[in-house]
Nanobody, 121 residues
Framework: QVQLVESGGGLAQAGGSLRLSCAAS???????MGWFRQAPGKERDFVAA???????YYADSVKGRFTISRDNAKNTVYLQMNSLKPEDTAVYYC????????????????WGQGTQVTVSS
């Protein structure tokens, strides 16, 4: 069983930066890890994914602005968010699963509780 806890959300101005962290209680080095986000009234959307060796994949909407990374020794995944836009406002969720670099939420097994990111214009 894996438990995921996100942190680092908050309020930022447009053009600013935030760094999200996702700490896992169990060993996740063999799992694919991902970040998703959900704005009010909208579906949960894929943001970024990272495999066990550090390979990454991004949604077009965040490519060039966000960077996902992982520290297997610390069982932690990060999402560095730069050049934030108001449309990045959402609850951000960390996820883990047996498949790597996948964008479909149902393919992830474990989910965190989410952390709110609000970007003001």
């Amino acid at each position: 069983q894996v438990q995921l806890v996100e942190s680092g959300g908050g309020l930022a101005q447009a053009g600013g930066s935030l760094r999200l962290s996702c700490a896992a209680s169990g060993r996740t080095s063999n799992y694919g890890m991902g970040w998703f986000r959900q704005a009010p009234g909208k579906e949960r959307d894929f943001v970024a994914a990272v495999n066990w060796s550090g390979g990454t994949y991004y949604a077009d909407s965040v490519k060039g602005r966000f960077t996902i990374s992982r520290d297997n020794a610390k069982n932690t995944v990060y999402l560095q968010m730069n050049s934030l836009k108001p449309e990045d406002t959402a609850v951000y969720y960390c996820a883990a699963g047996p498949y790597t670099l996948v964008t479909v939420a149902s393919l992830y097994t474990y989910w965190g509780q989410g952390t709110q990111v609000t970007v003001s214009s």
